[in-house]
């Protein structure tokens, strides 16, 4: 009676066990809302060979609820207010009022501190430090960033020119920088070495930046906020661009050039350099390419030049997001590591494939290369259509373009070159962007006078590079910002600061 008592007690046992590991092996399943583009071909959320590999995966079953482009804001904004709102939302706006407010009421988990967990998320915490705190609200990150290129803000020059004047590499220092804008700067008459216009922040910020200024405002040795332009560095990049000046480097009409010239200048060979957003090389290298027969590289792009000291700082000319993906109070806490879990496989190399691209087979092919391709002939679009279309919109790159395998780019040998640099130097020097400490925090009085406080440096610096003033002069403008609300704006911040780093 015993052995079959303890034989029954083991079979109850062994069911029990095989219970629990049947309701384990349950999909966890992820609502998420996305945004909707029109499309011919309906999607379809069952027998869906992508979603089934995310959840063979992942052990997350997708349950995805669409919302039309057109209307996404409205469907956002009504989102929130569901009590059985997803548990994933992707924003197009990380910093909109509502996100924000929803935010400080407690509306969406903090991230702050997961996102750092680099033994249980790699890939998120492998995001940059700089963006992260760029999409924070009030210090604390509520969200995860829909990656942008970044820094992708640096510089791009004449490589076929500069051959010709004896550089052969692409400068590495700013010394080096300095020696090849001053032989461009006199390589022909009537042409000038620095493609400057009316749109002079993005120059300025380049070269400040790069001599060691704060990006837009700074944290020194004792906690405190002040303004980028009282840095030494700030002036020293200033000084440069005068230098530039002086020497016949940048065309004295500069404040004057509507941004719309700015590409024919260069096509023009009117000017051989340009601080500016560095895909722009590929793009002019395209024009060459068609438009002026150009059979070798004829631009090349750079970022990330070493200093005196051997450091480097970028000048990031966007956050790095467009958006986020923002995770509601519908996860429970005791959910949250799973749904994390899965946020950190969508940013893995095979998260982000399948995400951007879906999966070989069923919406591209691989080429002998290793390059991914879509195949003419097959199902290859409609399936697209069916089981991967507007999927992307989940995608983020926290930790950058991870994707394996890649797209191929098609174009002549130097187009292609310059367009895989552009991707090569976004991830080797993000991780020296300088972020803008203060980008989180509102102020009042910023609200209210910005835009002429903002004029009042930006006008005294191109005053000051066109050497219209002296360094006297430039002081007197930035004493006069202070005292017109610029002090208090640098107040204000510090009591923000100050309350999120106690």
Not at 390 to 409: F, I, T, W
Not at 476 to 486: I, S
Request: with cysteine; proline share 5%; charged share 25%.
């Amino acid at each position: 009676m015993k052995k079959l008592v303890a034989l029954m007690l083991a079979l109850v046992m062994a069911l029990t066990a095989m219970s629990i590991a049947m309701a384990e092996e349950e999909p966890f399943v992820v609502t998420v809302l996305l945004p909707q583009f029109p499309s011919e071909i309906d999607f379809q959320q069952e027998n869906n060979p992508i979603f089934d590999y995310i959840e063979a995966q992942t052990g997350v079953r997708l349950q995805i609820k669409w919302g039309a482009n057109d209307q996404y804001s409205t469907i956002f904004n009504t989102e929130l207010t569901d009590d059985n709102k997803a548990m994933l939302i992707s924003a197009t706006d990380a910093k909109a009022p509502v996100v924000v407010d929803t935010a400080r009421a407690g509306g969406f988990w903090e991230l702050t501190d997961y996102v750092k967990d680099a033994e249980e998320y790699p890939y998120l915490a492998a995001g940059s430090a700089a963006v992260y705190q760029n999409m924070s609200i009030d210090g604390k990150l509520y969200g995860l960033p829909r990656g942008r290129a970044f820094p992708r803000g640096g510089i791009y020059y004449r490589w076929d020119i500069a051959n010709e004047l004896g550089f052969d590499k692409a400068p590495e220092t700013i010394e080096e920088l300095t020696e090849l804008a001053e032989a461009l700067a006199t390589y022909k008459e009537d042409t000038y070495c620095l493609n400057m216009c009316s749109y002079t922040a993005g120059t300025i910020s380049v070269i400040t930046v790069a001599m060691g200024a704060p990006n837009t405002w700074g944290i020194d040795e004792d906690g405190n906020v002040y303004p980028a332009h009282t840095d030494p560095a700030y002036l020293e990049g200033l000084n440069w661009l005068r230098h530039l000046y002086e020497i016949g480097g940048i065309d004295p009409n500069f404040a004057q050039i509507s941004t719309a010239d700015w590409d024919p200048i260069e096509r023009q060979e009117k000017a051989y350099m340009r601080f500016d957003c560095m895909d722009n090389a590929h793009r002019q290298q395209k024009w060459f390419d068609d438009n002026a027969g150009a059979t070798g590289l004829i631009w090349m792009s750079v970022c990330g030049l070493e200093k005196e000291d051997g450091t480097i700082s970028v000048w990031p000319q966007n956050p790095g997001y467009a958006g986020a993906v923002l995770v509601t109070k519908s996860v429970k806490e005791e959910d949250l590591p799973k749904v994390l879990k899965f946020l950190d496989w969508c940013n893995s190399p095979d998260g982000q494939t399948v995400i951007n691209a879906g999966l070989q087979g069923v919406t591209y092919e691989v080429d002998e290369e290793g390059y991914r391709y879509t195949p003419e002939d097959g199902d290859y679009s409609t399936n697209e259509g069916k089981y991967h279309q507007n999927l992307n919109q989940l995608g983020m790159g926290v930790p950058g373009d991870l994707e394996s395998p890649r797209a191929k780019y098609v174009g002549s040998e130097a187009w292609v070159f310059a367009r895989e640099r552009y991707d090569e130097l976004n991830r080797e020097y993000a991780k020296y962007a300088v972020a803008n400490p203060c980008l989180p925090y509102t102020r009042e009085t910023y609200v209210a006078h910005g835009k002429e406080l903002d004029d009042i440096i930006s006008n005294a610096a191109v005053q000051y590079i066109a050497c219209l003033i002296t360094e006297d002069e430039l002081r007197a403008e930035w004493d006069r910002w202070a005292e017109q609300g610029g002090n208090a704006v640098t107040s204000e911040l510090n009591e923000l600061y100050q309350a999120d780093h106690q």
